[in-house]
């Protein structure tokens, strides 16, 4: 009888200790800035530091990478200025991050944030890690990955540039202006998409059904169309010709079917990666 009322005294501590993390993680969550503007954060022990960068959403992720730095090096205050580092200073900063470095979500990161912010750091990484940033204003890495996952249908998106250069990942996107909607299609595979964003949760892809009818281009007329799912017409930045409509493909990506202005285009080319 002692021993059980042991077992359940113990289980309800953990149940306690469980919904006080749950609360704490809310918190957080909702206000990051109250941890990572606070004066102690730096003095944070290292578990605390990952169990707080392992939650979603928190802030954008080379802010949470510049506090992580932050972090490091009050932690070794006789480190120089980084332009006088050594091999030896980024050893120690490697070491003393080994355990927060996995948790970074370095495919959130822009091109030009890997240049400006990953770059300068690059002696932690596995020399894979920072080859070939996508070229792009409207993508980003982790877009990228997901259509090389569609193009080789996978049901998971890679994790890394296993696969696909990414510097010529994929045929055509395109963001409409407004709504900044991120919109674009695959010509080889016949397939478009609808790319996730800070207003859309997750991407939608949708492949075609009839091929007859996948893929069609006048460029006398100016136009080009991916079945009737997705269909570019004129001069995409001054009239409202371009729309996306249900035809010939699996189902639609936008709901609306009104015609709508392009802000900006990218074309590249898909090649394997060698």
């Given at each position: ?37 606070s ?60 355990h ?17 912010k ?90 075609a059904?009839n ?28 009239g ?35």
């Open positions: 009888m002692a021993s059980q009322e042991l077992d359940l005294d113990e289980l309800v501590e953990n149940l306690q200790t469980h919904l006080v993390t749950n609360m704490n993680n809310n918190i957080i969550a909702k206000h990051p800035n109250t941890i990572f503007e004066e102690d954060f730096n003095s944070l022990t290292e578990d605390v530091l990952i169990s707080i960068i392992r939650l979603d959403d928190l802030l954008e992720e080379d802010k949470i990478w510049d506090y992580v730095i932050q972090w490091e090096k009050a932690k070794n205050p006789n480190l120089p200025d980084l332009n006088e580092w050594t091999s030896d200073n980024f050893l120690t900063l490697k070491t003393t991050l080994k927060c470095l996995p948790h970074i979500r370095y495919f959130n990161f822009s091109s030009e944030q890997v240049v400006k990953l770059y300068p750091y690059q002696q932690l990484f596995e020399p894979k890690l920072l080859t070939n940033p996508i070229p792009s204003n409207i993508i980003t890495d982790e877009h990228a990955l997901e259509i090389s996952s569609w193009i080789d249908r996978k049901v998971t998106r890679y994790t890394e540039t296993t696969h696909m250069n990414l510097n010529y990942l994929l045929e055509e996107v395109k963001m409409v202006e407004s709504t900044r909607e991120i919109i674009g299609g695959y010509s080889q595979d016949r397939f478009v998409f609808l790319l996730k964003t800070e207003n859309l949760k997750n991407s939608i892809i949708s492949r059904t091929f007859n009818h996948a893929i069609l281009y006048r460029s006398i007329y100016l136009y080009l169309q991916f079945g009737n799912v997705l269909s570019l017409h004129g001069n995409l930045k001054t409202k010709d371009s729309f996306c409509g249900t035809y010939y493909y699996e189902k639609q990506i936008r709901s609306n079917t009104s015609g709508f202005l392009v802000e900006e285009l990218e074309v590249f080319k898909v090649s394997p990666k060698k």
